[in-house]
């Protein structure tokens, strides 16, 4: 089990539901880890799950499955991604990881009926991407003979953060074994246990299948999943680069994960050691685990002065952050929070975001500088009756056309042309010059020009929340 035969398209799914609320105040449940660079690599990990796979032989286009808040975040950041044009479908409500590969597995064999899907969630980190590209290679020999095949990491500790998955006999005499059993998070002694054997690794989530037999153990052990996705698909809408599955049928689909669904009751699951440097960024721990420390255990990323203090996690994302004698803790800023825990307690962070999502708090939701499909705006001043935005339009793009009733604005260019429609009039603003938009009066801002439009705005009125938008026309479909 050592080629691919190029023939037979391998097709890379990648997983990009999550929020990543573990990773608060860094990742936000509209701008979540896997399209941040949490790693200071200076690629996103949703961009460094699709590049690491480039040199395997026989990959097609990657296809992404997300919800509908994230399409535009994928569509730009793998727009020249280096396996081509990416297939986004887009999930209504979040159903876990079987139904979602169920729908790639359904659109895979719309083009090849012995497609085989490559499945990586789009927020871990390969230290060695050669060793997992070889290991595809192996892996995807086996879905070929008709395995399930998960990767199982070569464990480097006893972590209780992870489930793990017992090997047994090697298959056909090729590098993958058997599964024995699927365990659920230990604790420290069973953990200790469990890499003391050799027998056990941890459980990725990252699975190699033929897609036609990846559905038929669905079928089998969770036909519910099975039909609603088949519906789902059967009456989806392709909206742009999007494949939209149909809200009434996918939101009838059981939530299970492919292991509970299927790896843990057929007698098909193989697992394939992978020692690449694997980590699933779970929490600030596991992020640090993955940083370049210092000479005093320090991870330290941005503007950052620690002074007699060691073994620490800090992130400077907007101003400079100093410790003195700080010592084993997690500092993360940004620009509206800051995060300070000891790095044994971390795992609560889980806590503080299910209570601003509780006191309806946007900390929870999105940054200060939030992305839109055309560009970004960030909130720099908000006080009774007004606040001021940065806004940033990219190249080519456009802001859809539409009133507020609540609500008046200034605009002040202050790098690039904006094309602005006011009312009856169409006209061009350069650098330092400004214009107003009355209350009411209908309005669009787009970027002609080859660089991004950056300006002001002025908002003064009796209410100023972002819902007060009425879009009369927009090309992004909102």
């Known amino acids: 089990m050592s080629s691919i035969d190029a023939g037979m398209p391998v097709h890379p799914v990648i997983l990009s539901g999550g929020v990543g609320s573990r ?27 699709v590049a690491r796979l480039e040199g395997v032989a026989g990959l097609d286009s990657p296809m992404v499955v997300c919800n509908q808040e994230h399409r535009f975040l994928v569509a730009e950041q793998l727009r020249d991604n280096p396996l081509g044009a990416a297939r986004i479908l887009l999930e209504p409500v979040g159903r876990n990881t079987a139904p979602a590969v169920a729908t790639a597995a359904l659109q895979a064999l719309r083009g090849a009926e012995d497609a085989v899907l490559a499945v990586f969630p ?75 054997t050799g ?18 153990e669905l079928q089998r052990h969770a036909p519910a999943i099975v039909e609603a996705c088949e519906a789902a698909l059967a009456d989806a809408e392709h909206d742009l680069d999007f494949i939209r599955l149909a809200e009434a049928a996918f939101a009838r689909c059981p939530s299970d994960s492919i292991d509970y669904a299927v790896m843990e009751h ?52 907007s101003r400079l952050v100093a410790t003195v004698g700080l010592e084993d803790h997690v500092v993360v800023e940004t620009a509206d929070s800051v995060l300070v825990a000891p790095r044994d307690q971390v795992h609560a962070v889980k806590q503080i975001v299910q209570r601003l999502q509780d006191g309806g708090r946007t900390e929870a939701v999105e940054h200060r500088q939030v992305h839109r499909p055309w560009g970004s705006y960030e909130g720099l001043v908000r006080a009774e009756r007004f606040q001021v935005k940065r806004i940033v339009v990219n190249p080519g ?79 992004y479909g909102r």
């Open 23 to 49: 990773l608060w105040p860094l990742s936000r449940e509209r701008y979540p880890k896997q399209f941040l660079d949490v790693a200071a690599s200076g690629n996103t990990l949703v961009q460094q799950t």
């Open 122 to 196: 789009a927020d871990h980190l390969v230290g060695e991407p050669g060793a997992l590209r070889a290991a595809i290679t192996d892996a995807v020999a086996a879905a070929r003979a008709g395995y399930l095949v998960t990767f199982g990491i070569v464990p480097t500790r006893p972590e209780t953060g992870y489930g793990y998955i017992e090997a047994g006999e090697a298959v056909e005499g090729g590098p993958a074994h058997a599964v024995r059993r699927f365990v659920e998070k230990p604790d420290a002694a069973t953990a200790e246990a469990y890499v003391g």
């Open 199 to 216: 027998r056990f690794y941890w459980n990725s989530g990252m699975f190699v299948m033929r897609a036609s037999r990846y559905l038929e």
């Open 266 to 317: 057929t007698d098909a699951a193989v697992t394939l050691p992978l020692d690449a440097g694997w980590s699933d960024l779970g929490s600030w721990a596991t992020l640090m685990e993955a940083g370049e420390r210092d000479a005093e255990g320090n991870v330290l990323l941005g503007d950052v002065i620690a002074e007699s203090s060691r073994n620490n996690y800090v992130r400077a994302e």
């Open 397 to 475: 793009c456009r802001l859809s056309l539409q009133m507020h009733h609540h609500r008046a604005e200034h605009w002040v260019v202050v790098r690039g042309t904006a094309r602005v429609t006011c009312g009856e009039e169409e006209f061009l603003l350069g650098e330092d010059q400004s214009t107003y938009i009355p209350l009411g009066t209908v309005h669009r801002l787009d970027n002609p020009g080859m660089i991004p439009l950056e300006l002001v705005e002025v908002q003064s009125g009796s209410y100023l929340g972002e819902d007060d938008i009425t879009r009369l026309e927009d090309v």
